[in-house]
């Protein structure tokens, strides 16, 4: 019972924040998929950890970690810290170039 | 960029990459960092800090500053286009 009660606390202070958000934003769709480019850097970086992290408990990360231990760490979480930066630096820096055409025509 | 500098940074990249294959700590959790962290993931602790140094390194050596110019000069080549049009 405790659980439901928890869960449902939950969805409800999330109904609460988005219906309080969608009156103080503009309903378009820079607003909606960019924040409006208000996004900084420390909000931007918590979202792709949040973003990286639901990925993993969806593959089973948390199942795995039960099975196998805490070294399941370094199997997703660390060679994700190298290989996303990475891929932002050489992949998304050209996909964000006005020309990004010429990148990948 | 130099031949030289490319070199290293790509050299630095793959060592980065090959350090995070840990096979030495698979079968084992002692030592215990601190008396309660296994070996392993005191290791990988280690390795996201080493990651986010490299990405430092490159943001400072390899940043591709050309992307950036070829920006100013479509919002350059944009404005001339609209002016030709008035």
């Known amino acids: 019972m405790i659980p439901v009660i928890v869960v449902s606390i939950y969805l409800v202070i999330i109904a609460v924040i988005g219906s309080v958000a969608f009156r103080k934003t503009q309903s378009n769709t820079e607003d909606f998929f960019l924040a409006n480019r208000t996004v900084g850097s420390m909000v931007f970086f918590l979202s792709l950890f949040a973003t990286n992290m639901t990925a993993f408990a969806i593959l089973g990360s948390s199942g795995q970690a039960y099975r196998q231990g805490i070294g399941i760490y370094g199997l997703m979480a660390s060679s994700s810290g190298l290989v996303i930066p990475l891929t932002i630096f050489f992949i998304g820096t050209r996909l964000w170039a006005p020309d990004a055409g010429r990148f990948f025509s | ?86």
């Open chain 2, 1 to 86: 960029m130099k031949a030289t500098k490319v070199l290293f940074l790509t050299l630095l990249i793959v060592l980065v990459y090959f350090l995070h294959q840990d096979f030495w700590n698979w079968k084992q959790a002692e030592p215990f960092v601190f008396g309660f962290l296994p070996i392993g993931l005191a290791y990988h602790a280690g390795y996201s800090v080493a990651a986010a140094i490299l990405m430092a390194v490159l943001v400072k050596l390899a940043w591709p500053g050309h992307l950036e110019n070829t920006e100013s000069q479509a919002a350059d080549k944009e404005s001339k286009n609209d002016g030709g049009h008035g």
